[in-house]
């Protein structure tokens, strides 16, 4: 079936505006995850969705940064007064999670530039 | 915490040729879970191959392998007959058991690997 996948594929924003970028799992996928990719950091955790419990947010760098999952199934990540520093790529990914060590698999990325 | 550390920023193969790549991990944990995912340059990042650190058998997906050490805490990808198409950037990551799916299970990932097959 299809892959995950998010949008938009290349956002570009001045600072101090606010963005949303989207992510579509696998379908039947029941847990969810935002990365962020940059030079300066690598690959860092930012928020993990699964079913109906309450989201580990203990990755996301600032108040500015937020997430939510409707339904079980589409994700959105928010940023709001974005900075020059928030500029990466963001990565999403999915897994079934039947047990907690399920792969995951990623989406080709949201990168956010940041004028 | 859990740290995982790729001493390697870019290497070079000829094609068909064999490589390997190196990853360190720290952790007090007794069960994880190893990782090796390949980013070309399209950002997609692929699942290359997947180790259980409770066995001892080194995990094979055809041309790639890996050579678990778990008293080292190493956790090396070797590839075989190198091809155009595995020129990629090559991350290792480091995923904690939790025996409750609802706990999460973020990866932790190296600094990754830049990897350039020559023909």
């Known amino acids: 079936g299809a892959g995950v996948s998010q949008s938009p594929s290349n956002k570009v924003t001045e600072k101090g505006k606010d963005v949303e970028l989207r992510c579509d799992p696998i379908?039947?996928?029941?847990?969810l995850y935002w990365y962020r990719q940059s030079l300066g950091q690598g690959l860092e955790f930012l928020i993990y969705?699964?079913?109906?419990?309450?989201?580990?947010k203990s990755g996301l760098p600032s108040d500015r940064f937020s997430a939510e999952r409707t339904g079980g199934s589409v994700s959105t990540l928010t940023i709001q007064r974005t900075q020059q520093e928030d500029s990466a790529v963001y990565l999403c990914?999915?897994?079934?999670?039947?047990?907690?060590?399920?792969?995951?698999?990623f989406g080709p990325g949201t990168r956010l530039t940041v004028l | 915490a859990q740290t995982v550390t790729q001493s390697q920023p870019e290497m070079s193969v000829q094609e068909a040729e064999t490589v390997t790549l190196s990853c360190t991990y720290d952790?007090?944990?007794?069960?994880?879970?190893l990782f090796w995912y390949k980013q070309p340059p399209s950002r997609q990042m692929i699942l290359v191959i997947r180790?259980?650190?409770?066995?001892?058998q080194n995990a094979t997906e055809n041309r790639f392998s890996v050579n678990f050490q778990k008293a080292a805490k190493s956790f090396s990808l070797k590839i075989s007959d190198s091809q155009l198409g595995d020129t990629a950037m090559y991350f290792c990551?480091?995923?904690?058991?939790?025996?409750?799916?609802?706990?999460?299970?973020?990866?932790?990932f190296g600094a990754g690997t830049i990897l350039r097959v020559k023909s």
């Open positions: 990914a999915s897994s079934f999670a039947r047990v907690s060590t399920d792969t995951q698999y």
């Open positions: 379908s039947g996928h029941t847990a």
């Open positions: 990551a480091f995923m904690k058991h939790e025996r409750m799916a609802e706990y999460g299970n973020k990866l932790v």
């Open positions: 180790q259980e650190a409770y066995k001892q």
């Open positions: 969705f699964q079913g109906n419990s309450a989201p580990d």
């Open positions: 952790t007090s944990e007794n069960n994880y879970y």
